[in-house]
């Protein structure tokens, strides 16, 4: 590209950033009489708007690489941990560029490259904020590659068409790969107009992963499996207790530990660099410290501050009366839910392998926050963010563990210290012990039936703690403008507007231990009150819980249309009834995330006194679905994910120690536990790809309660569910 | 201390305290990733490999106890270019998403097969008790049996 182009590309990005940034300032200054609309509205987009991807999307050559074999490789910006990202935008990409998808290899993008996602991999984003700028970059090169290729050829750009990577025109033909060669000057063309949905090859086949045979075949794609030569291993002190803090480190015994070579002792964390992984350990084992606690928690000091009416109140959505206050006949109900604390588990540990030299700092891990994690370690090294070259790799699960990176800047310091690289990572119970956790929640659902059997008001009281608050991804400010935690809302409005009356209030409650993004954050618990509330107002009204969902949900050509096809595509599929038939029952529920509505069916049993899942119907409208099996593939997962948090998973709290703190004790669904059976029906009630990672973890522990309550005539009200 | 035992078909010597989990001799003093580290207790089945043809959680085996045995990773489940039935069954029914569980559960499954060749869903729960956190039992219950299926044809 010209040199001209590039300023005027880089200039139309800052004045975007500068006009954002005015907004949030405008914000926090204080528009204060009408905060109350204002954070509604915000409220109101968060569950149902795609933000718009925070990079560059200008360069295609910042994304795409040809190689002299032909084959393009896209450096993703995103990272892969599972949700099929990778495949998704293998697919769009190769759409627009007219090569086969297997001329199409994915890598993460290195920070050195340029190529930088401003946020995170998360929040079901991937392939929905980058639908349009992904399909729009390829055949931007696409037209770059053919202008290159009629200059190379002698040949009118219109006299030239595409098959393959291969170009030809009269007579003659070049690959890609021959066309790039000896290319450094590109010019950037305005985006021409992209392919008819009608005409997709690959848009919407269900292509295998492309991520499939490594992961098969055990390659070393992951965090952990990062090598550098004559590396070492570093282990750090965390703390067991919560809301304490550490002192008189005395590391004499694990200076003798075999295998140490160096006792850092840094501002931010004491830990040891040794020649292996349990060398390492071993002797951080042996660094004695003291704890200074002010206050002794127990699990039900944190069941106490959960509460509604505690912390700070936000009222997030507000339609007409409270429930009190609404006139007229009808039975007022009201019903109290909890969740637990629930731990993220993810099987890959936190960590990072970190290579200090010659004041630049190279960096292989896996992490959800490529720009947060490199300005970290900057920041923390007293380098500039280019000092840092971060290689992210494949991640061993996210779920929104690896949001916060500490490993990294303790990997570079103990690096730095040593004069080699270091690679320091979590063990388990670190794992466990400082994780930062699904908040646990509190809600107060109260409704009002008329005689009817119309649901004329509807509430949704709740507590929760820290999610996206007090994490990199939010900065602090905006706190206060917000009032509620953007994270531990989501789910919780009323989806059923055709209520008259109907409000939902936030209580954000501070905890005294680390609570943060966990996958579909709030929707889980939120889902699971507000939906078997529902449940119970049907079997109040005597009514059909499909139906009377159905009654509530507005036709309105937009999301109550799309929640309603959603709930009716599901009950069919699984020809939902609300009579139990021998020993097993169905429970319905449905829910919306992140502007995807979901609905889900469990088939449910009690043996031995225990609740078992046999079969789980779906429907999920993500819009256009861009690999159906990988949707299918996440709906599979969110269901059974979902089912190990709302059957089994909890965390405790005595003595300010919080566990268990390891797999077994912390008990989360098996093989066994999983349905035998699951059914996705993918309705595409939109002409975009929208969020799918998540959305699907919103309707399972409703669905199983609901079902529970049929066959049992027991209402559960409490996550894990127990009978 | 000197071990002595044979991977994947190759034999190996390694100079290293006897206590050292056999997980960090394979991953990192081998080099063989594929083998993972997930709790270090024996409580997930991420480092599931085989011990003469015994399915064993390796990062709580010590490596003094390897003497003499053979030893097989995910890396020499394959023969050469040839997948095992298991992993051509992950294939087929697309199993993996994050993937860094899915050796454990495939060298497991492997194990299976060799004393239960027809496992019913009933041995699946009993035999396969590793964590996926992603959770994709629903495919690898369909996998195990198509495994089963493919095994059982070629042999």
């Keep these: ?723 | 201390m000197k071990i002595s035992f044979n991977i994947n078909g190759e034999a190996q010597s390694v100079d290293v305290d006897g206590q050292t989990p056999l997980l960090w001799v394979i991953r990192d003093m081998l080099s063989l990733k594929g083998t993972k580290f997930g709790c270090g207790k024996a409580a997930c089945g991420a480092c599931t490999i085989h011990v003469n043809g015994e399915a064993v959680r390796s990062c709580s085996y010590a490596v003094k106890f390897a003497e003499g045995k053979e030893i097989t990773t995910i890396e020499g489940l394959s023969e050469g270019d040839n997948m095992h039935p298991v992993q051509q069954a992950w294939i087929e029914e697309i199993v993996p998403q994050c993937g860094y569980c899915q050796p454990g559960f495939m060298m497991a499954t492997a194990a299976m097969l060799e004393k239960i060749p027809n496992p019913t869903d009933e041995d699946i729960d009993n035999n396969i008790v590793n964590i996926c956190r992603c959770a994709t039992y629903y495919r690898m219950r369909k996998a195990i049996h198509r495994a089963a299926e493919l095994k059982n044809t070629n042999t």
């Design chain 1, 1 to 723: 590209m010209t040199e001209k182009k590039t300023k005027k590309k880089g200039m139309r990005r800052r004045k975007f950033l500068k006009f954002s940034g005015v907004g949030i300032g405008l914000m926090i200054g204080g528009v204060h009489l009408t905060r109350h609309m204002w954070r509604r509205t915000i409220f109101e987009m968060a569950e149902t708007t795609v933000p718009a991807y925070m990079g560059d999307t200008k360069q295609p050559m910042l994304w795409f690489q040809v190689s002299p074999e032909n084959e393009i490789i896209l450096h993703c910006s995103k990272v892969e941990m599972g949700q099929g990202t990778f495949t998704g935008l293998a697919q769009m990409a190769a759409e627009e560029l007219e090569v086969d998808i297997d001329r199409i290899k994915v890598v993460h993008a290195a920070t050195d490259t340029g190529n930088i996602d401003g946020m995170s991999t998360g929040g079901s984003m991937s392939i929905a904020s980058l639908w349009k700028p992904m399909r729009e970059m390829a055949a931007t090169m696409r037209e770059m590659l053919k202008a290159k290729a009629a200059e190379k050829l002698g040949i009118a750009i219109s006299a030239l068409t595409i098959a393959n990577g291969v170009i030809s025109g009269g007579g003659k033909s070049m690959t890609y790969g021959e066309v790039v060669e000896g290319v450094t000057d590109w010019e950037v063309p305005d985006v021409p107009p992209l392919k008819d949905r009608k005409d997709y090859k690959y848009i919407g086949k269900p292509v295998p992963r492309i991520d499939l045979r490594d992961k098969v075949i055990g390659a070393p794609i992951f965090g952990m499996d990062a090598e550098m030569e004559d590396m070492l291993y570093g282990s750090v002190v965390r703390s067991r207790l919560i809301g304490a803090t550490m002192s008189n480190f005395d590391t004499s015994e694990a200076e003798k530990m075999p295998g140490v070579v160096k006792i850092i002792n840094d501002s931010d964390f004491v830990g040891v660099v040794a020649k292996s992984y349990t060398e390492a350990n071993n002797a951080r084992k042996k660094i004695k410290f003291d704890y200074n606690v002010d206050k002794t928690w127990n699990l039900s000091d944190i069941e106490e501050a959960i509460q509604v009416g505690n912390g700070n109140k936000t009222v997030i959505q507000k339609e007409g009366k409270a429930v009190k206050d609404v006139d007229g006949e009808g039975e007022v109900m009201e019903l109290e839910f909890k969740s637990p604390i629930g731990a993220h588990a993810q099987i890959e540990p936190n960590g990072a392998l970190a290579y200090y030299k010659d004041g630049k700092v190279t960096i292989k891990m896996s992490t959800q926050v490529i720009s947060i994690t490199q300005k970290e370690v900057a920041k923390a090294l007293g380098l500039k963010a280019e000092g840092v070259n971060l290689i992210p790799m494949y991640l061993g699960g996210g779920f929104g563990r690896k949001l916060h990176t500490p490993n990294a800047i303790q990997a570079a310091k103990m690096s730095k210290a040593v004069g080699k690289p270091v690679k320091c990572f979590f063990d388990r119970k670190q794992e466990f012990q400082n994780d930062t956790f699904r908040p646990p929640t509190h809600h107060i659902v109260r409704g009002k039936l008329s005689p009817e059997g119309k649901m004329v008001a509807l509430e949704h009281n709740f507590a929760s703690g820290d999610v996206a608050f007090n994490s990199a991804l939010l900065p602090g400010a905006i706190k206060p403008v917000l009032g509620a935690d953007v994270g531990a809302i989501r789910g919780g409005a009323i989806m059923y507007k055709g209520i008259e009356n109907h409000r939902a209030t936030y209580y954000h409650v501070d905890l005294p231990f680390a609570t943060s993004f966990w996958r579909s954050l709030g929707l889980l618990a939120n889902t699971f009150a507000i939906e078997s509330f529902i449940d119970e107002m049907a079997i109040k009204a005597g009514k059909n819980p499909v139906d009377f969902r159905l009654d509530h949900l507005v036709d309105d050509g937009a999301f109550g249309t799309r929640i309603r096809n959603v709930i009716k595509a599901c009950a069919d599929k699984a020809g939902y009834t609300d009579k139990p038939s021998g020993n097993k029952a169905m429970g319905f529920a449905a829910s919306i995330d992140a502007g995807s509505p979901c609905a889900q069916i469990a088939e449910v049993s009690i043996e031995n006194g225990r609740i078992k899942v046999h079969k789980v119907v779906a429907a999920l409208d993500c819009g256009i679905a861009v690999n159906p099996d990988q949707v299918r593939a996440q709906v599979e997962g969110c269901i059974c994910m979902g089912i190990s948090a709302s059957m089994f998973e909890k965390m405790d709290l005595k003595d300010n120690k919080l566990f268990p703190i390891i797999y077994g004790p912390y008990k989360m669904a098996l093989m066994k536990d999983s349905p035998k059976e699951i059914e996705t029906v993918l309705v595409e009630g939109a002409d975009f790809a929208g969020p799918v990672g998540e959305p699907p973890l919103g309707p399972i522990a409703a669905a199983i309660g609901n079902a529970v309550r049929r066959l049992t005539g027991k209402r559960l009200t409490e996550l894990p569910l127990e009978l």
